[in-house]
Every structure is written in C-alpha cells, then in structure tokens.
Nanobody
Framework: VQLQASGGGLVQAGGSLRLSCAVS????????VGWYRQAPGKQRELVAR???????NYEESVKGRFTISRDNAKNTVLLQMNSLKPEDTAVYYC????????WGQGTQVTVSS
C-alpha cells in the first residue's frame, strides 16, 4: 500500500490550496482516510477524516474552511483548503487505516501573512 501526497505550496493568507493523496495497493473507500498536519515544534494533529461510509469530521479550527472528500474513481483523497491562515502552515500527511495504518510522505503548506 502506498500513499502519495501532492498539492502543497506557498500561498498568501486568504488563499486556497487543494491537496491530493493518490492511494495504490488498496481501495481507499474501504478504510478510514484522513489528513494530518505537523507544524514545527508541535505534535502531529488530525485535520480531517472520513470513516468508511461515514460523514467527515474536522478539527475545530478548520471547520467551514477545509473540505475532505474521496474520488473513488481515481482512488484519491482530497483536501480542499480555503481561507488559509498563517497558522495552517505545516507539513500535511495523508493517512489510511484498514487493519494497519499507512502514511503518505507529507507535503509542505506555507501560508504567508
């Protein structure tokens, strides 16, 4: 199983980015998929996730700004991030849980003020 994250970059505050996580080796729709982030000097935290066939849930600070979704046809998990803030700056990791836990390699998101 491999997860390949992409879509990070540098954006000004108020801007948008869309992260993509391409999953191979397993059908992503059967597991719990999510995005985590880790800022310098901080612990990795959950940003958003979808439990299989369930509704998405979000970390409080991103509610109303971020949207997680699946594209089952492409076996991809997306994270649309709008109204970005400098405090969203972090390395973002995609994650899949199905009996085991799998991580992508991380993609840097930097939001300038």
């Amino acid at each position: 199983v491999q997860l390949q994250a992409s879509g990070g970059g540098l954006v000004q505050a108020g801007g948008s980015l869309r992260l993509s996580c391409a999953v191979s080796g397993i059908f992503s729709a059967i597991g719990t998929v999510g995005w985590y982030r880790q800022a310098p000097g901080k612990q990795r935290e959950l940003v958003a996730r979808i439990i299989s066939e369930g509704r998405p849930n979000y970390e409080e600070s991103v509610k109303g700004r971020f949207t997680i979704s699946r594209d089952n046809a492409k076996n991809t998990v997306l994270l649309q991030m709008n109204s970005l803030k400098p405090e969203d700056t972090a390395v973002y990791y995609c994650n899949l849980q199905y009996f085991s836990t799998y991580w992508g390699q991380g993609t840097q998101v930097t939001v300038s003020s």
